[in-house]
Each structure stands twice: as structure tokens, then as C-alpha cells.
């Protein structure tokens, strides 16, 4: 059942066998693979616990994976990964006592930025997700949905291209979230840039994605994929419709099928 | 209700600000009327009116040593700003001087001062001795707090930085010491009135050897001479100059703080 990292030419990525086991025990990851394809906006669905944000971790290099590894299939990553990397957190994780301006601007600042090369690129990143009046402000004056915002165009200020995105959304309303889905899908759009997208909400990830992992939990693997064929760009005729109905049901019945899935004993598929 | 609610927030801030001049006129008057129908000679306690008037009369002397004991405290105060931050920057970067000194500071800080004082004395010139006494009660808060601080740093923001390859001093700049500075100014408020306390012990005994000429020193020699309207002068400056010190330092932390941090921020803002 566990698909074994079908490579494509496409392939920004590949996951090989990982496992991660934590200091006190726990097994998160057990045997986890699967590739991550040039453009494609690819979403990780499951149980809580199933081990997708620390999958994404491993993927940005913020945790070690205590088996297999993370191969970058294309040419030039190795050599400095980071430049290439945007990271959205569950949390906005905005520098409280920094402007709207400075936090966008952290990951050039970082790196040695000329500070006009750097001041026209947050304009620029500030304009793509509809902060522009607000550079000045502090994060404590924003909405929730600001303030992701702000996360997000912090991580895209470096043009990177894999955007890795933990849960961005789960603490916002429903129409917050409606709304930044369809600038996330706008942005990704534009930019081409690859998403990872971690969710636990199968609507979600059919709204947005190209393709679907479901996973399972305690160890985490991969359950099944899911094609969304739909084309893009998707608006609120999609979320109405029979087919992302249709989708929804799908999506959800292999999440089912997930949970109910059987432990298998030391992780071997 | 709308109507009512900003007039009794107004009453409320008049009364704050009222009650106690009130209580103040009310305990002065009774104080005067105490020592005026009991004919209380003044070198048992003299009243409010004549310790106001000394204040006046003596106002040469007691200015220059207002003057004294101010720079003594602002100069220690200084020193341990400088000293508690640096100490706790070298400690965080690195554990070896940390295991190796802290328990130092530490003893620094729990033996008393007053038994440090006279030792003190002897080894160092006096007004050297005043302000290492000013110094070493008013460090250690500004290093505890300080230390807290860097040690208090949001771990999703710490992931960022590492992601973005932030360097240690990249991170200790951009990250740990902004995270830190709503300690540093609570550490440097305590250290404030602590090293206006330092200061005084010092003085006295240092006074009690014979020499200085700050406001403790003032007191001191004021009770020898039983001239204990004086005496009262000089502790009204103590306390005013005490308050000042306050006042001061909650306006910096104010300015510091007032954009970002929870405890500097209105109500509703």
C-alpha cells in the first residue's frame, strides 16, 4: 500500500525510507516515503499525531531523521539549501517588537541583503499579499489573518522554491481561511513556486491541491495519494461544486481507511 | 452605559491621584497638631513646618550632597546595567563561563551588603568602596533577569533564524537580546532603587569611619548632633531622589515597550 518514492524526472525531492524516533521514544515516522514534484502543490492530510509536521521539519533540515534520508534531486540545492527553503509555521512567529517591514525582511537581513535590493523586495513580497499600507505596523496591531499573511510573505521574500507550510491556517475563522486559500493559490500561481502543504483538514488540502498523501499515524507512513485533477485556478464555484464534493468524499474515505489501517509492528510495509 | 463608563474610569483615575494627597495633608496636618499641643521639642521629633524649613536653610548643604549620593548611584547603576547584560551575554554564549562564575555572583548577591561595606573600606578608597556597594547590590538582578531573558526566546522563531542559517551573533543581535529586553528593563528597574540602597549603606559606614559627605552621610552625622530636623530633610531628598529613580526608569521601559510588549501596552489599544 505504501507508495516507495516513485521518482520522476520532475522530482525537486525524495523522501527514502525515513524514520524518526523522538529521545523519549516515541516513533513518529516509520519508513516514510514519497517524492516532491517541480511546481506541484502537494499536501499532507492526517490524524493528528500522524507525524506531517515532523516530516516537513525533516524536509527543511530543522530535525534529522533517525533513518533514510532526504535527497534533493536537483542540481545546485546541496550547496546551500536555505536560499531555496520558505517555511510558514503553524504560528505566524512574527518578531514582536519588530515593524511588518523588518520581519518580512529578517531572511535577507540574515544573508547580507543590500538594504535597497531588500527594500524593493519586500515592497514588492508586501504588494503580493495585500500588506502594502501596512509595513510600518507592529505585528500585535494585525488581525490573525494579517499576521499570516505577514508569515507568508516573509517566507517568500527569498523566491524560494519549495514553500513548506505547517497547519498555516488552522487557527483562523472559516472566512479568513477561505480568503488566504485563494491568495495562497494565486501566489502559487504566479511565483511556480512548489508547496508543501500540512493540513488535517481534508477540505482544505482538495481545495488547494494537485495532489493528496493521506498518512497514517503512530508510526507515520504513507496510506494513499490522490490525484486532484481539477484546473486551476480554483474559486468558490470549485468549493461548491459536485466535483470537490465528490473529492471531499474520496479524500475522506482514504483518511478513514488511514485510521482504521492497522499498526504495523516495527514499520515495515 | 456607554455614557457612564469613560466618567467613571475619569473619577476613578481623579480619585487615584486625590486619596493620596489627601491621606499626605491629612497625616502632615496631624503630625504638626501632635507635636504643637504635646510641645514636643524638636530633637525628639520636630514637626512637618521645621523640617520643611531646614530643608530650605540647609538647602546648600544637602544639595551638594543630593549631588554626591546621585552620581554615586547613577554611576553604579550604570556599571551594573553594563556588567549584568554583559555578564549574562558571555554566560549565554558560553557554558563553560557560566558553570564557572555563576555561583559567584550568587554568593555576591545573598551576603549582605552591610557586612561587605566596611571590608570594602578598607581595601579600596572610600569613594571607590561606595560605588563598588552601589554595584554589586544593583548588578545581579539586571544579570538574573537578564539571563531569563535570553534563556526565554520563542523556539519557533529560533527554528527560523537556524533555517535562514542565522550566525550565533546574528541570533544573539536579531533574536535573543530584543526577546530579552522586556527583562533587561524589569532587571534595571530593581537595580535602580538597589543601587540607590547600596549607595546610603555605603555611605553610613563609611560615615561611621569619619568621612564622605553624601545624604546618608548627612543622616548620620545629623543623628550624632542630634539635629534630627535635618535629618528628616535628608531622608525626604532619599526618598524623592528613590522615586525619581522609578519614575525614570518605568518611563524608559515605557518608551522601550510601548509598541510591542503586553506590560507596556493600554488597556485597549
Same mark, same amino acid.
Given at each position: 500500500?505504501?507508495?516507495?518514492?516513485?521518482?520522476?524526472?520532475?522530482?525537486?525531492?525524495?523522501?527514502?525510507?525515513?524514520?524518526?524516533?523522538?529521545a523519549?521514544?516515541?516513533?513518529?515516522? #516509520? %519508513?516514510?516515503?514519497?517524492?516532491?514534484?517541480?511546481?506541484? =502543490?502537494?499536501s @499532507?492530510?492526517?490524524?493528528?499525531?500522524?507525524?506531517?509536521?515532523?516530516?516537513?521539519?525533516?524536509?527543511?533540515?530543522?530535525?534529522?531523521?533517525?533513518?533514510?534520508?532526504?535527497?534533493?534531486?536537483?542540481?545546485?540545492?546541496?550547496?546551500?539549501?536555505?536560499?531555496?527553503?520558505?517555511?510558514v =509555521?503553524?504560528?505566524?512567529?512574527?518578531?514582536?517588537?519588530?515593524?511588518?517591514?523588518?520581519?518580512?525582511?529578517?531572511?535577507?537581513v +540574515?544573508?547580507?541583503?543590500?538594504?535597497?535590493?531588500?527594500?524593493?523586495?519586500?515592497t514588492?513580497?508586501?504588494?503580493?499579499?495585500?500588506?502594502?499600507?501596512?509595513?510600518?505596523? =507592529?505585528?500585535?496591531?494585525?488581525?490573525?489573518?494579517?499576521?499570516?499573511?505577514?508569515?507568508?510573505?516573509?517566507? @517568500?521574500?527569498?523566491?524560494?522554491? +519549495?514553500?513548506?507550510?505547517?497547519?498555516?491556517? #488552522?487557527? @483562523?475563522?472559516?472566512?479568513?481561511?477561505?480568503?488566504? %486559500?485563494?491568495?495562497?493559490?494565486?501566489?502559487?500561481?504566479?511565483?511556480?513556486?512548489?508547496?508543501?502543504?500540512?493540513?488535517?483538514?481534508? =477540505?482544505?488540502?482538495?481545495?488547494?491541491?494537485?495532489?493528496?498523501l493521506?498518512?497514517? #499515524?503512530?508510526?507515520?507512513?504513507?496510506?494513499?495519494? +490522490?490525484?486532484?485533477?481539477?484546473?486551476?485556478? /480554483?474559486?468558490?464555484?470549485?468549493?461548491?461544486?459536485?466535483?470537490?464534493?465528490?473529492?471531499? /468524499?474520496?479524500?475522506?474515505?482514504?483518511?478513514?481507511?488511514?485510521?482504521?489501517?492497522? /499498526?504495523?509492528?516495527?514499520?515495515?510495509? | 452605559?456607554?455614557?457612564?463608563? &469613560?466618567?467613571?474610569?475619569?473619577?476613578?483615575?481623579?480619585?487615584?491621584? $486625590?486619596?493620596?494627597?489627601?491621606? *499626605?495633608?491629612?497625616?502632615?496636618?496631624?503630625?504638626?497638631a501632635?507635636?504643637?499641643?504635646?510641645?514636643?521639642? &524638636?530633637?525628639?521629633?520636630?514637626?512637618?513646618?521645621?523640617?520643611?524649613?531646614?530643608?530650605?536653610?540647609?538647602?546648600?548643604l544637602l544639595?551638594?550632597?543630593?549631588?554626591?549620593?546621585?552620581?554615586?548611584?547613577?554611576?553604579?547603576?550604570?556599571?551594573?546595567?553594563v556588567?549584568?547584560?554583559?555578564?549574562?551575554?558571555?554566560?549565554?554564549?558560553?557554558?563553560f *563561563?557560566?558553570?564557572?562564575?555563576?555561583?559567584?555572583?550568587?554568593?555576591?548577591?545573598?551576603? &549582605?551588603?552591610?557586612?561587605?561595606?566596611?571590608?570594602?573600606?578598607?581595601?579600596?578608597?572610600?569613594?571607590?568602596?561606595?560605588?563598588?556597594?552601589?554595584?554589586?547590590? $544593583?548588578?545581579?538582578?539586571? *544579570?538574573?533577569?537578564?539571563?531569563?531573558? *535570553?534563556?526565554?526566546?520563542?523556539?519557533?522563531?529560533?527554528?527560523?533564524?537556524?533555517?535562514?542559517?542565522?550566525?550565533?551573533?546574528?541570533?544573539?543581535?536579531?533574536?535573543?537580546?530584543?526577546?530579552?529586553?522586556?527583562?533587561?528593563?524589569?532587571?534595571?528597574?530593581?537595580?535602580?532603587?538597589?543601587?540607590?540602597?547600596?549607595?546610603?549603606?555605603?555611605?553610613?559606614?563609611?560615615?561611621? !569611619?569619619?568621612?564622605?559627605?553624601?545624604?546618608a552621610?548627612?543622616?548620620?552625622?545629623?543623628?550624632?548632633?542630634?539635629?534630627?530636623?535635618?535629618?528628616?530633610?535628608?531622608?525626604?531628598?532619599?526618598? !524623592?531622589?528613590?522615586?525619581?529613580?522609578?519614575?525614570?526608569?518605568?518611563f524608559?521601559?515605557?518608551?522601550?515597550?510601548?509598541?510591542?510588549?503586553?506590560?507596556?501596552?493600554?488597556?485597549?489599544?
Amino acid at each position: 500500500m505504501a507508495a516507495t518514492a516513485p521518482q520522476t524526472p520532475h522530482s525537486l525531492l525524495a523522501l527514502h525510507g525515513v524514520g524518526k524516533t523522538f529521545a523519549n521514544g516515541t516513533q513518529a515516522l #516509520a %519508513n516514510l516515503n514519497f517524492d516532491v514534484r517541480a511546481g506541484e =502543490f502537494l499536501s @499532507l492530510v492526517g490524524p493528528s499525531g500522524c507525524g506531517k509536521s515532523t516530516a516537513l521539519r525533516i524536509i527543511a533540515g530543522l530535525s534529522a531523521p533517525s533513518a533514510g534520508g532526504v535527497a534533493w534531486l536537483t542540481g545546485g540545492i546541496d550547496a546551500d539549501k536555505t536560499s531555496h527553503i520558505g517555511f510558514v =509555521f503553524q504560528e505566524p512567529t512574527l518578531m514582536p517588537w519588530a515593524r511588518v517591514f523588518d520581519n518580512v525582511a529578517l531572511p535577507l537581513v +540574515l544573508k547580507g541583503v543590500a538594504a535597497d535590493t531588500i527594500a524593493k523586495r519586500v515592497t514588492g513580497v508586501l504588494d503580493r499579499v495585500g500588506l502594502e499600507k501596512f509595513a510600518r505596523a =507592529f505585528p500585535r496591531e494585525l488581525s490573525g489573518g494579517m499576521r499570516m499573511r505577514v508569515s507568508i510573505a516573509r517566507a @517568500l521574500v527569498t523566491e524560494p522554491q +519549495l514553500l513548506l507550510m505547517d497547519e498555516p491556517f #488552522a487557527a @483562523l475563522d472559516e472566512i479568513t481561511r477561505f480568503k488566504l %486559500n485563494n491568495d495562497l493559490l494565486q501566489v502559487w500561481q504566479t511565483t511556480g513556486t512548489t508547496v508543501v502543504f500540512v493540513t488535517h483538514s481534508v =477540505f482544505e488540502s482538495v481545495y488547494l491541491s494537485s495532489r493528496i498523501l493521506v498518512m497514517t #499515524a503512530r508510526p507515520g507512513r504513507v496510506s494513499a495519494e +490522490l490525484r486532484i485533477d481539477a484546473p486551476y485556478p /480554483r474559486d468558490q464555484n470549485f468549493r461548491t461544486s459536485a466535483e470537490y464534493a465528490a473529492l471531499c /468524499r474520496r479524500a475522506s474515505a482514504a483518511l478513514a481507511r488511514a485510521m482504521t489501517e492497522e /499498526r504495523p509492528i516495527g514499520g515495515q510495509p | 452605559m456607554t455614557r457612564a463608563e &469613560p466618567n467613571r474610569e475619569r473619577r476613578d483615575r481623579l480619585l487615584q491621584i $486625590a486619596l493620596p494627597i489627601l491621606v *499626605l495633608a491629612v497625616g502632615l496636618a496631624l503630625w504638626e497638631a501632635v507635636v504643637r499641643i504635646n510641645n514636643i521639642p &524638636p530633637y525628639v521629633l520636630p514637626g512637618p513646618g521645621l523640617i520643611l524649613r531646614t530643608l530650605v536653610d540647609d538647602w546648600d548643604l544637602l544639595s551638594q550632597s543630593l549631588v554626591v549620593t546621585l552620581a554615586t548611584t547613577v554611576e553604579g547603576f550604570l556599571l551594573a546595567a553594563v556588567g549584568g547584560v554583559g555578564l549574562a551575554v558571555l554566560f549565554n554564549q558560553s557554558r563553560f *563561563l557560566e558553570y564557572s562564575l555563576y555561583p559567584y555572583a550568587v554568593i555576591l548577591q545573598v551576603t &549582605p551588603i552591610v557586612a561587605i561595606a566596611p571590608l570594602l573600606l578598607i581595601y579600596l578608597p572610600q569613594p571607590l568602596a561606595v560605588l563598588a556597594c552601589a554595584w554589586i547590590v $544593583a548588578f545581579f538582578p539586571v *544579570l538574573a533577569n537578564t539571563t531569563l531573558g *535570553l534563556h526565554s526566546v520563542d523556539r519557533n522563531l529560533t527554528d527560523l533564524f537556524s533555517l535562514y542559517g542565522a550566525s550565533r551573533r546574528q541570533i544573539l543581535w536579531h533574536l535573543k537580546l530584543p526577546s530579552a529586553l522586556p527583562y533587561i528593563l524589569g532587571g534595571l528597574r530593581i537595580a535602580g532603587g538597589l543601587s540607590l540602597i547600596g549607595a546610603v549603606v555605603a555611605e553610613i559606614a563609611a560615615g561611621s !569611619a569619619g568621612a564622605g559627605s553624601g545624604l546618608a552621610y548627612r543622616i548620620a552625622e545629623s543623628g550624632y548632633r542630634l539635629n534630627i530636623p535635618r535629618m528628616f530633610g535628608a531622608l525626604l531628598l532619599l526618598s !524623592a531622589a528613590g522615586i525619581a529613580i522609578f519614575y525614570a526608569l518605568s518611563f524608559v521601559n515605557h518608551l522601550a515597550l510601548r509598541r510591542w510588549h503586553e506590560s507596556a501596552l493600554d488597556q485597549e489599544a
